[in-house]
């Protein structure tokens, strides 16, 4: 079993930027990739972006595409989001996750972390 932690959530102004983290323990070597995902209120979880642990190939959402970043360090056994130009449309808890496969599709990630709470003010 694999444990996910996340951090770095926070209230932002738009325009602003957060870097989110997400530490691994346990089993990371059965995942190929880790990805962030996002919900809203009232919405469904949706994919962010992935990244593969091994050459660190990534995917984007089109809603942020160009001003998120995803990316890891190994030795650290952690996952990092950079963005920037943030929008109120941003504001969601943002969850981690692994899968043995890299993929945008929400039901092939498991051992979801806490998720960390994002609000972007206008």
């Known amino acids: 079993q694999v444990q996910l932690v996340e951090s770095g959530g926070g209230l932002v102004q738009a325009g602003g930027s957060l870097r989110l983290s997400c530490t691994a323990s346990?089993?990371?070597?059965?995942?190929?990739?880790m990805g962030w995902f996002r919900q809203a209120p009232g919405k469904e979880r949706e994919f962010v972006a992935f990244?593969?642990?091994?050459?660190?190939?990534?995917n984007y959402a089109d809603s942020v595409e160009g001003r998120f970043t995803i990316s890891r360090d190994r030795a650290k056994n952690t996952v990092y989001l950079q963005m920037n130009s943030l929008k109120p449309e941003d504001t969601a808890v943002y969850y981690c996750?692994?899968?043995?496969?890299?993929?945008?599709?929400?039901?092939?990630?498991?051992?979801w972390g806490q998720g960390t709470q994002v609000t972007v003010s206008s």
């Open positions: 996750a692994g899968a043995p496969v890299a993929t945008i599709m929400t039901s092939a990630y498991r051992d």
């Open positions: 346990g089993r990371t070597f059965t995942y190929y990739a």
């Open positions: 990244v593969t642990w091994s050459g660190g190939g990534t």
